[in-house]
């Protein structure tokens, strides 16, 4: 069912639901909770893994609407577009990572009795998107013109919508999330992520003035990997806030090694600021690599990439 078939999983004990059988010709399944038990928080009763089948796919689908639905198309956490009709038809390109709570609660996403998707986030690998362009196969291409990075797409995996369960926000959670996502990134051999920081305009647009702000100084992208916005956002005539509160994401990603390739773009249709992050892991922060890949591999670029990647 996924395009990719690698898997990212706890070991057994950690859900009380069997895991799906390895594919033939699948990578060996990699242990993330193992690697970041001492870094994330408290990961007891969480389980990440990718979606084998229709009926997790699914359950992805339904906890990512309903998180969207309830953050009023803003504000998500994570890195990611929001929902689009083509977004969602693109579901069966692409992976699915989902953390599963192993406890007896609500949730639009479960499944049985004994599991339930408390955090999902979509990962498109390049081997997935046959558009020429690659650009135009993007969900980000819908808000960005890509042809800067055109060279690049090659080895690069779009990443979002990022969703966590409000009941979930607690940490451990996330960061199994995004500990999965770097763990995806190394099993593949792709070296670059890319996707959309979304930040909501009801205020007027200063929190997202604020965020630019922040990256400016020292988080731009290379001239040559700026990418214009199909409908910029006037950010150099948006009021400053006085207190903003930035999503923890864009700031995170930018101590990872993150770049913004340019000024956000407007998206009119659920009132955010779009902010485009291209992330190498190649220039990576190497403590958060240690973090999410585990203290003891080696940060080469043959494991971390692959040996077949440029």
């Known amino acids: 069912m996924t395009a990719t078939q690698v898997h990212l999983h706890a070991p057994p004990d950690a859900c009380q639901a069997t895991p799906a059988a390895t594919p033939a010709g699948a990578a060996p399944e990699k242990n993330v909770d193992d690697a970041l038990e001492n870094d994330v928080g408290d990961t007891r009763g969480y389980r990440l893994a990718l979606a084998t089948d229709a009926g997790e796919v699914r359950a992805a689908r339904r906890l990512r609407a309903a998180v969207l639905e309830a953050e009023n198309h803003s504000g998500a956490m994570g890195i990611g577009l929001r929902e689009s009709g083509s977004g969602q038809h693109a579901d069966d390109r692409c992976d699915h990572l989902i953390v599963w709570y192993c406890g007896d609660v609500r949730s639009p996403a479960r499944i049985g009795d004994r599991r339930t998707a408390v955090a999902t986030v979509r990962l498109l690998p390049p081997h997935s998107n046959d558009a020429a362009p690659r650009g135009a196969g993007l969900e980000a291409g819908r808000r960005f013109g890509l042809a800067p990075l055109e060279g690049i797409l090659d080895s690069t995996v779009e990443v979002g919508p990022a969703c966590v369960e409000a009941d979930h926000r607690t940490g451990g959670p996330a960061a199994l ?73 864009l700031p995170g990603l930018l101590r990872m090694g993150g770049v913004l390739c340019g000024p956000p773009a407007w998206n009119e249709n659920s009132c955010t600021a779009e902010f485009l992050v291209l992330l190498d892991l190649r220039s990576a922060d190497r403590r958060y690599l240690r973090r999410f890949l585990g203290s003891d591999a080696p940060l080469t670029h043959s494991l971390v990439f692959g040996a077949d990647r440029p």
């Open 177 to 249: 999330l995004w500990a999965g996502v770097a763990k995806y990134l190394q099993l593949t051999g792709y070296r670059y992520a890319i996707g959309c920081v979304s930040v909501d305009l009801k205020d007027g647009g200063g929190t997202a003035a604020a965020c630019w702000d922040l990256a400016r100084p020292r988080h731009l992208a290379p001239a040559q990997q700026r990418c214009r916005a199909r409908v910029p956002l006037p950010i150099g005539g948006l009021v400053r806030a006085d207190n903003p509160v930035i999503p923890p994401v």
